[in-house]
């Protein structure tokens, strides 16, 4: 019996942040696990770990989006984009900074390692892609940074843009793995009733 694609896709927008979050989840651990068995100490080079978790979680990603929830996958002047069936996203995904997944860094502090996005990602950005989307299709990025055992991801819209620099996201979506495999949102903290500052002032006598 031929399987159905689009089993898992019942009841979830095809363009829903949940489904890229899904799809990280199910693949994370497996490609640390490939990581740390491939990567060997002295004898690899120094880069290879953030090499192969790139290329295998872009390549994993995308494959699972395409397979479940019918996203497209496209490779176009070297940007690996993924694009959801009614065109209204498109996806890329890079490593992060220091802030991703924090979500209370503020949305300027988020980019990718390099703060750099691709020619390709700029166009449809701009709305005007080679890849027959339309004006309206919303540019999303996720990022990803990991921490000893633990993967912090996010799923963001790209707000504004300085060239192919990002300058803001809106629309954050923070996520901790570990990688046992348990995925855990990441709330903004509120701050509470803070005490009231009372400065304290030297008063010096009239003589």
């Known amino acids: 019996m031929k399987k159905n694609k689009t089993a898992k896709a019942v009841g979830v927008k095809h363009g829903d942040a949940n489904v890229i979050k899904q799809a990280v989840e199910e693949v994370a651990r497996l490609i640390e696990e490939g990581i740390r068995y491939a990567v060997k100490e002295e004898h690899s080079p120094p880069n290879a770990s953030g090499v192969l978790r790139s290329v295998n979680l872009i390549t994993e990603v995308r494959h699972k989006l395409s397979e479940e929830h019918g996203w497209t996958s496209k490779n ?111 709330e903004r903290s509120t701050i509470g009733e803070q005490e009231p500052i009372v400065e304290e002032i030297e008063v010096k006598r009239k003589i």
């Open 76 to 186: 176009s002047r070297g940007a690996s984009i993924s694009i959801s069936p009614e065109k209204e996203k498109a996806l890329i995904i890079r490593s992060g900074n220091k802030y991703t997944g924090n979500p209370n860094a503020s949305a300027d502090q988020v980019s990718t390692n390099n703060r750099k996005i691709s020619k390709t990602a700029r166009a449809i950005h701009d709305g005007q892609s080679e890849l027959a989307l339309t004006g309206g299709t919303e540019l999303q990025i996720l990022l990803y940074r990991c921490d000893k055992d633990e993967m912090r991801i996010e799923i963001s819209t790209i707000n504004e843009l300085d060239g192919e620099t990002i300058k803001s996201l809106s629309n954050r979506e923070c996520y901790t793995i570990d990688l046992g495999g348990r995925i855990t949102k990441n």
